[in-house]
């Protein structure tokens, strides 16, 4: 009869005392998993096609949010008068301009959201394969912060630096790279990051709200069935939108407080809280509310295909990429 294979971490290391391989063996294991690089390469696909079909009402959405001058006469009357001018002035194409700066930045966006929550999930599922209430909306706290770092704060600066640009007379960005070229250059680094603590508590409470809603949405259609149930792809798309509603309402003041402090016009606020307090007290509460309609739609829109998509593409991967 054939031996046992020794698959002891000792075997593996046979030239190490037996005291240092122990204490590699207690070592936790930082290594993203299979599924959390699953979750990278399905993310960042997902990001690119969403944000091309989602761009125009991000784009009304953020031109509100910006039509702020006290005492001036505004620009937009609503979101149709929005869409009406720009495309009167600049043609269907201006409802797209800084569509490439999201493309750049929504690929490792999603891809760092999604790898970063299959992590964190993996690190803090219980037995059965599920999140507890609380694990729930920490994963998605977890991976909101960690999106706001290393891919949404320096992206979305520069999409709302070129989109408040374009109302000038004379627009100076020329294109991605130039604009980012001259931010860096007149400003620094600093200035892709301007607004990072309302950033972090926006796509916190963000993905906090949404992947909570969406797991605890999932769990309650599959019930005794457990994860042998699949959620139709549908399904899951009525899930998203749902999440991306409840996220709308409940951070929209913490949107327009990063748009603010990311426009051509940020130097007017001392900080994050300098900034609402402003807005409060120059604008009233209402001004906290601004765009909301634009973003409903488009975050509905948004979070709906994007759970749809990358749940097709991790089923896809699973069938040819095992855990």
Not at 243 to 264: E, H, I, W, Y
Not at 275 to 296: D, N, Q, S
Request: charged share 20%.
């Amino acid at each position: 009869m054939d031996r046992p294979r020794n698959t002891s971490i000792q075997s593996v290391f046979p030239d190490r005392p037996v005291g240092a391989v122990n204490q590699m063996a207690a070592m936790p294991n930082f290594l993203p998993s299979r599924k959390s690089l699953k979750g990278i390469v399905a993310g960042g696909i997902t990001g690119g096609i969403e944000i091309c079909i989602t761009f125009p009402t991000e784009y009304v959405k953020t031109q509100l949010q910006l039509d702020d001058k006290k005492g001036a006469v505004k620009r937009y009357n609503g979101v149709i008068d929005c869409v009406t001018k720009t495309v009167n002035e600049k043609g269907v194409r201006g409802l797209y301009r800084g569509l490439s700066v999201l493309v750049y930045g929504s690929i490792p966006k999603s891809a760092v959201r999604f790898g970063s929550f299959e992590e964190f999930k993996k690190r803090n599922v219980g037995p059965d394969g599920t999140l507890s209430t609380s694990k729930k909306f920490l994963c998605g706290l977890g991976a909101g912060v960690c999106e706001a770092i290393f891919a949404v704060t320096p992206m979305e600066t520069v999409k709302v630096k070129f989109i408040h640009d374009q109302t000038s007379a004379n627009p100076k960005f020329k294109g991605f790279f130039h604009g980012v070229r001259e931010i860096v250059k007149q400003q620094g680094i600093k200035g892709c990051y301007q607004g990072l603590t309302a950033t972090m508590m926006k796509q916190g409470s963000n993905q906090a709200i949404r992947f909570y809603v969406v797991e605890s949405l999932k769990e309650l259609y599959r019930g005794d069935a457990g994860l042998d149930k699949p959620v139709p792809k549908l399904l899951t798309g009525v899930f998203g939108a749902i999440a991306g509603a409840a996220s709308v309402f409940g951070n929209t003041p913490l949107d327009v407080v990063k748009t603010r402090m990311q426009g051509l016009e940020a130097h007017k606020y001392k900080n994050t809280l300098d900034c609402a307090v402003k807005i409060m007290k120059h604008e009233g509460p209402r001004a906290f509310y601004k765009g909301t309609v634009p973003r409903l739609g488009r975050v509905c829109l948004d979070v709906g295909i994007t759970f749809m998509i990358y749940d097709s593409f991790m089923e896809a991967f699973n069938k040819v990429w095992p855990n």
